[in-house]
């Protein structure tokens, strides 16, 4: 079992900076998919940044592009994103993600709040 633990987010003000981190612990197999997703009540969980943990390759949605970045932490299976530029749009809760490629299996965080004002 694989378990999430999301730490950062808060309140910003628009045009400000927020970091979030998640350490993932427990029995990985595989190269892992690590990243954020983000909800808002009524709206489909959306991806925001994912990495391929060790290869580094990293994908972003469109509308953080050039604001957010993805990166691995120093410890294996950890990842951070640091917002920069946040807008009200980009409030939500974000979900710390998880995939075990050798497996196929995917696990989620509890989800933290992320609040931007204008």
């Known amino acids: 079992q694989v378990q999430l633990v999301e730490s950062g987010g808060g309140l910003a003000q628009s045009g400000g900076s927020l970091r979030l981190s998640c350490a993932a612990s427990?029995?990985?197999?595989?190269?892992?998919?690590m990243g954020w997703y983000r909800q808002v009540p009524g709206n489909q969980r959306e991806m925001v940044a994912t990495?391929?943990?060790?290869?580094?390759?990293?994908n972003y949605t469109d509308s953080v592009k050039g604001r957010f970045t993805i990166s691995e932490g120093n410890a294996k299976n950890t990842v951070n994103l640091q917002m920069n530029s946040l807008k009200p749009e980009d409030t939500a809760v974000y979900y710390c993600?998880?995939?075990?490629?050798?497996?196929?299996?995917?696990?989620w965080g509890q989800g933290t709040q992320v609040t931007v004002s204008s």
């Open positions: 993600y998880l995939m075990d490629l050798g497996i196929g299996y995917s696990y």
């Open positions: 427990g029995t990985i197999f595989s190269i892992t998919v």
């Open positions: 990495v391929i943990t060790g290869l580094g390759t990293t």
